[in-house]
């Protein structure tokens, strides 16, 4: 069997949302470098398989997929198996869990976090551009009233969706490790204990520590 | 004001069961939110489309019931809307709606058709890229006119621009034989969207949908469907809009 292939940079969250499901099921892939720093991602050949001109797209034989979240889906439904099953459909509530707090992580925790990360990392290092230190106060306290609802959660289960491992912990792995490792504020997770936890059970798992690497590779794409 | 219709729900329920002495079997699904809400049409809309019966529990931003205790044991983020489908509670719309799509799939059409990967692209793309530029456009020029506040029409601009460009890749879609966002069926990809969609076609930037043939007539195809006409007959928007 080929090995699937994703089109994108592993430093980018999005990439590395569909790397870690990937390393987490043990799938054979490959990663396309499409020269993101030169605009490869605008240009017609990646746009055939991403029609918003974004990172990533996904290459299983003939099937073209865009949208992390579709492709990771993919992923964990076709490698699911008697030991890994990260989005639990066989079971309807376990997997309303699952959905609840991957929408979460999109709606709530992301935007609260990333301009944090945004502020602090991207913008200096990639533009150029100073920290506007209003935006980063705004986000934390933003992120504490999040951090604080995560960790009365949290505090019941281990994980988000409840005692077992899902694709909903997967999708704060990226968001979350920027903030860890190239900000100021990693301390923030100090005054939650759970959540704290949380994240270290998480990244003593292989596919974090091995994905942690490409994060922050100082010559990111 | 209202009185805190969270706090009413047993009235509510024993008026309903009293209907000329026969018994009414109650509704197993609560619906908590406001019908002016978007993303609780959202899941009206689904709710709809597959034939269920279900009880409104009102719970009105403007008094803050949103905030208080009772509603946070639903969604401890104290956000609009919450689901009760007996023992199981559900929050965050689109984890609703796919909870309901799955369980009670048999009840209408099948709005996740599985294997698809169409339709799990197409229903992504909604929640990061149409919803918070629809959201930010219907908002800002739509909604806090009708409440009497002023619109920052610099940020509504640009987000009309940046859905301009988003729109344009859904023409080129649609313009490619798929007559619905998955291809030949409605799917909860399309669903997903109309609650937003509908405001926008009522908003100052309805242009955005009239001026593209293809998305135009996606947006009059879907908007045709029976159980969306049920779902807008609950929305108390005012006469003005």
């Given at each position: 069997m080929a090995p699937v292939k994703v089109f994108g940079p592993a430093a980018s969250t999005n990439v590395a949302r569909v790397l870690v499901c990937l390393e987490e099921v043990g799938a054979e892939y490959e990663l396309v470098d499409i020269d993101f720093p030169g605009k490869?991602?605008?240009?017609p050949e990646h746009l055939a398989r991403n029609p918003f001109g974004q990172v990533p797209a996904f290459q299983d034989g003939d099937l073209i997929l865009f949208e992390s979240r579709a492709i990771a889906k993919y992923v964990l439904r076709k490698y699911k198996s008697e030991q890994v099953?990260?989005?639990?459909?066989?079971?309807l509530e376990e997997a309303a869990m699952v959905d609840i707090w991957t929408e979460v992580e999109i709606h709530q925790y992301h935007p609260a976090l990333s301009p944090i990360v945004l502020e602090c990392f991207i913008y200096p290092t990639l533009r150029g551009l100073p920290t506007n230190q209003r935006i980063v106060d705004e986000s934390l306290v933003k992120a504490k009233k999040v951090l604080e609802i995560y960790e009365a959660h949290l505090s019941k289960h281990k994980y988000l969706a409840g005692d077992f491992v899902s694709f909903a912990d997967l999708n704060h792995f990226a968001c979350t490790f920027y903030l860890m490792d190239a900000t100021p504020y990693a301390s923030l997770f100090n005054s939650y204990p759970h959540v704290k936890a949380w994240w270290e059970d998480l990244m003593s798992r292989p596919s974090m520590k091995k994905l942690g690497v490409h994060l922050c590779n100082p010559t990111r794409t | 004001m209202q009185t805190e219709h969270i706090e009413d729900r047993s009235q509510g329920e024993r008026a309903s069961s009293s209907k000329e002495g026969r018994e009414v079997k109650m509704a197993a699904i609560k619906l908590y939110g406001m019908m002016l809400s978007p993303n609780v049409t959202r899941v009206v809309t689904v709710l709809n489309e597959l034939g269920l019966d279900f009880d409104s529990v009102d719970v009105d931003l403007r008094t803050g019931a949103h905030k208080h205790p009772d509603f946070l044991k639903l969604n401890p983020f104290g956000q609009i809307p919450a689901l009760q489908d007996g023992d199981e509670v559900v929050f965050e719309s689109r984890a609703i709606n796919r909870y309901i799509a799955t369980k009670y799939g048999s009840s209408g059409p099948n709005l996740l058709p599985t294997p698809s990967a169409k339709m799990e692209a197409w229903l992504e793309v909604e929640s990061p890229h149409f919803f918070p530029l629809a959201q930010t456009v219907v908002y800002e020029l739509l909604i806090k006119p009708l409440f009497g506040a002023t619109p920052d029409t610099a940020e509504a601009d640009k987000k009309a621009a940046e859905l301009d460009k988003l729109l344009d890749v859904y023409e080129a879609h649609l313009a490619a034989g798929n007559k619905y966002l998955a291809g030949d069926v409605f799917t909860l990809a399309d669903g997903n969207h109309m609650s937003w969609l509908f405001l926008l076609t009522k908003s100052p930037k309805a242009e955005l949908v009239a001026s593209r043939p293809h998305v135009k007539a996606w947006w009059e195809e879907i908007s045709a469907r029976p159980a969306w006409a049920k779902t807008v007959a609950s929305i108390p928007l005012p006469p003005a809009v």
């Open positions: 490869g991602h605008k240009r099953d990260l989005l639990r459909e066989s079971n | -």
